[in-house]
């Protein structure tokens, strides 16, 4: 597995020399932002119509309207597996759990979860599938770690983050599972997660590489932390598309 560490600087970066960066034109950018919103409009579309069941994996899960649709993109899948294997059987909390895909996955694994979303309906959503799988899984409603008592602790924090950093507000909740107005809520991700880490805890994040990755980086570094890359694929954007995206799974490594 190769590693990337953004210890590895070139002068003029904090981002890795060797970190699969991605590039856009203007046109591609707009192009690439339609196709996006595109996507969130058709998951809107759907949700008109109320709950339907997804089969994800070997689960079928419930989507209700206003929660993001975890087959709506190839990423969700992948980040799950990944995770469940990264994992393991030790504890764990997912930030921003939507439906609650990976939290069940992770579950069904053997690993104690907990899961939070600032969605009022994504944890309704999450508590609906979670039940019908027969899990013991906490969910838990308010922005990243709002809802985390101060002595928890995990051996891994997780959150498939929203990769697109959104230069104006976002404050439809549907459209906050995939845009994070000025990185924000990235940066209070990482800058809060040492509080909940137990000893030798890891924290995670999933992201791509249409992301913005310098700012991940340097907000990384301000932090206290380089990035290594565990996990990496590349796959079309959603099932069927020509578009392509490569997936990222990275763990934030404190600086001695």
């Given amino acids: 597995m190769e590693v990337y560490d953004t210890n590895d600087m070139n002068s003029s970066s904090s981002i890795p020399n060797n970190l699969p960066i991605r590039t856009f034109s203007d046109f591609e950018k707009a192009k690439w932002r339609s196709a996006i919103m595109g996507i969130y409009k058709r998951m809107r579309a759907q949700a008109e119509n109320g709950p339907h069941d997804v089969v994800f994996g070997n689960i079928t899960l419930t989507v209700l309207p206003n929660v993001y649709a975890p ?10 597996e990944q995770l469940r294997d990264i994992v393991g ?3 764990l909390l997912e930030i921003g759990t939507g439906t609650g895909a990976i939290a069940i996955l992770c579950a069904q ?13 994504a944890v309704k959503n999450a508590k609906c599938n979670i ?4 899990l013991n899984i906490s ?3 308010g922005d990243l770690y709002e809802p985390i008592t101060k002595n928890e602790k995990f051996d891994f924090i ?22 994070d107005y000025q990185y924000e809520s990235l940066k209070g991700y990482i800058r809060g997660a040492k509080e909940h880490l137990s000893t030798n805890g890891k924290l995670l994040i999933g992201t791509g590489d249409t992301a ?17 890359l565990l996990k990496e694929i590349t796959m079309p954007l959603t099932e069927g598309s020509e578009a392509v995206i490569t997936d990222l799974i990275y763990e934030f490594i404190p600086k001695q």
């Avoid at 694994?109 to 309906?121: F, K, Q």
């Avoid at 039940?131 to 027969?134: F, G, L, V, W």
């Fill in 212 to 228: 913005d990755l310098q700012s991940i980086a340097e907000t990384a570094t301000e932090a206290g932390y380089s990035l290594k």
């Fill in 139 to 141: 969910v838990r409603e």
């Fill in 158 to 179: 997780f959150w498939a983050h929203p990769f697109n950093n959104w230069e104006t507000p976002v404050e439809d909740m549907l459209l906050r599972s995939g845009l």
């Fill in 109 to 121: 694994n053997g690993s104690c979860v907990v899961a939070t979303d600032i969605n009022p309906d």
């Fill in 89 to 91: 059987r030790k504890s």
């Fill in 131 to 134: 039940e019908r799988h027969h």
């Fill in 71 to 80: 087959l709506s993109f190839t990423d969700t899948r992948w980040f799950a």
